[in-house]
């Protein structure tokens, strides 16, 4: 899963897949397996098998499958913030900016012309769109499609689910320029991540209307902008199709169509040596690897990513983790190591669990703040038999209650069923009864995690070239709204960090920040990281443009294949 986030991509796959850091190599060849972990991997490279796109064939349907199809096509809403929904979304809408493989990013000429910091004090953001940027019904995107959005993404309408406000609730006005293609964005204060903003930029009828925010998106997407529009979306077929956009002004799609389809990630390989879909992402199956290699024509291509696995602890009120004390004491009892080599020994010895919630492993800024949850069941059970958790039998009682956490997870996901057994045989031994609760994955979003129904329960996050930005809506508490900050956990200093940061405008001195913010994080047992997971993607060789993306934004127009 990845967080929705314009910073932090959430990647809510139902934590369907650890991606592993393998050596390219091509099916039936025989190829090695020389496995590398994050630190052994640099970050600034992709591998898609990049070609000159107009060089490619002109045609073709590109079938991708997906572990499910988004329940919200809106990504600023909070049941739009999966992985699912990026995967398919960017193909559609309108981006700011996009991510470049070294993790850097570029005004997307597509859709601006340019973007500038033209003031400081007060600080104003000048867009000036694309003349040619219209709509799919062939109304231009102008400056009052990025007010609506400003003014609802800030969080200040309760009728509007938003998936994070981080930085729009820092614009004060947005205005008109020199004609209706230019908007005028002024900050009530400075905000050093301010590239961040219009990611997913959606319609002015969308953001001012709160029933088509809310509830317009969830079967089909409505009004989009892309190199491709949607054809159809069969829910009962789980199948989505999109075509090329006739009306599109950028560079002509190679492809005719791109087929998104729900596949069981068990049927991966036999559906790709079947020539019914064209790649796959490896993710955490040592056998998905392993047949990749044995099905001819297809390479494995891999790179550096940003995603890691965590698991969530509910802190709200009421919940049965809702002490700080307590999760972080439960925290003790978890072995991240253990965990690590279960998942990833057989294929990546070097592998070890991943020490921050803001930083991936392998850039500049990251450091391992863990320390305040390490792994010592000698302290667990200490501070759990000081909180008045008492050990009477197997389990710890207090008041009459017993200490029985719901670890609430994606059913049928192998990830899932062995990281939960994996916590339930370590939470016993500082007796903690774990009940593992499998849910449908259709379910697992709205249902549960949306809503705080769970006391652990395991996703996926991504980050992104904004950690401020991306992070605040995930572990900034805002009672009022949850946005991504499912477990409901967090307290003033966190918040006070966060606002402080967003307003640095000093790229070391914002990222110190951040480090401290990871600290706190920490402290409050908000989440446990377990590990971060290169990309690895089982692709067919004539597939050209796509694979392991790395940090890059996908280029859907370019996408296509040779011969």
């Known amino acids: 899963m990845s967080r929705a986030r314009r910073g932090l991509v959430q990647v809510l796959i139902p934590v369907t897949a650890v991606v592993l850091a393998l050596s390219g190599c091509s099916g039936g060849s025989g190829g090695g397996t020389d496995i590398k972990g994050a630190g052994e991997q640099t970050s600034g490279v992709n591998d898609v098998n990049a070609k000159d796109a107009a060089s490619l064939r002109n045609g073709g349907d590109l079938r991708w499958p997906l572990d499910r199809l988004p329940s919200n096509f809106n990504r600023n809403h909070v049941d739009g913030t999966d992985g699912y929904a990026k995967r398919v979304m960017d193909a559609l809408m309108p981006h700011a900016f996009r991510a470049k493989a070294d993790n850097s990013v570029a005004v997307d000429t597509n859709y601006f012309e340019s973007i500038e910091l033209t003031s400081k004090d007060p600080q104003v953001v000048t867009y000036r769109i694309n003349p040619k940027a219209s709509w799919d019904d062939g109304t231009p995107i102008t400056w009052k499609d990025l007010a609506a959005q400003a003014m609802t993404l800030a969080g200040r309408k309760d009728a509007f689910r938003v998936g994070s406000s981080s930085g729009y609730q820092e614009v004060e006005k947005v205005e008109k320029g020199a004609n209706d ?37 969830v079967d089909r997407p409505q009004l989009t902008a892309g190199p491709f529009r949607v054809e159809s979306v069969d829910r009962v077929a789980k199948t989505m199709v999109l075509v090329r956009n006739d009306r599109w002004w950028g560079a002509r799609p190679r492809l005719d169509r791109i087929v998104f389809r729900a596949v069981d990630r068990g049927a991966l390989p036999d559906a790709l040596a079947n020539k019914e879909i064209d790649f796959y992402e490896i993710g955490s199956n040592v056998d998905l690897f392993q047949r990749a290699k044995t099905i001819p024509d297809v390479q494995i291509r891999q790179a550096l990513q940003p995603k890691y696995n965590v698991t969530l602890f509910n802190g709200a009120q009421g919940a049965v983790l809702a002490d700080p004390a307590l999760r972080v004491a439960v925290q003790h009892g978890i072995n991240r190591e253990v965990v690590t080599r279960a998942m990833l020994g057989q294929i990546q010895p070097a592998a070890k669990p991943l020490g921050n919630h803001v930083f991936a492993d392998g850039t500049r800024n990251y450091r391992d703040n863990s320390g305040a949850a390490s792994f010592d069941p000698e302290r667990a059970r200490r501070e759990l038999d000081g909180l008045g958790w008492r050990l009477e039998g197997d389990v710890r009682r207090k008041d009459g209650r017993e200490l029985a956490v719901r670890f609430v997870m994606s059913a049928n996901v192998p990830f899932n069923e062995q990281v939960s057994k994996l916590y339930q045989d370590q939470l016993r031994q500082i007796g903690v009864k774990l009940v593992i609760q499998p849910v449908p994955s259709s379910e697992f979003m709205k249902n549960h995690l949306a809503v705080g129904d769970f006391d652990i329960a395991p996703i996926a996050w991504e980050s992104s070239p904004f950690p401020i930005d991306g992070n605040a809506a995930v572990y900034r508490l805002k009672p009022d709204s949850v946005q991504q900050n499912y477990g409901r956990v967090g307290n003033d200093t966190i918040n006070g960090l966060f606002d402080e940061a967003g307003a640095e405008l000093d790229d070391a001195r914002r990222a110190d920040l951040a480090n401290r913010i990871d600290e706190e ?19 067919r060789s004539a597939l050209a443009n796509v694979g392991a993306f790395g940090f890059a934004d996908r280029d859907y127009a370019a996408m296509g294949f040779t011969g």
């Open 521 to 539: 994080v920490w402290k409050i047992g908000h989440s446990v990281p377990l590990y971060q997971v290169p990309d690895a993607v089982a692709a």
């Open 181 to 217: 293609r230019e908007a005028l964005v002024t900050f009530r204060s400075r905000y050093g991540e301010w590239r961040a903003l219009f990611t997913d930029l959606y319609p002015k009828s969308t953001n001012e209307d709160p029933e088509v925010f809310n509830r317009g998106w």
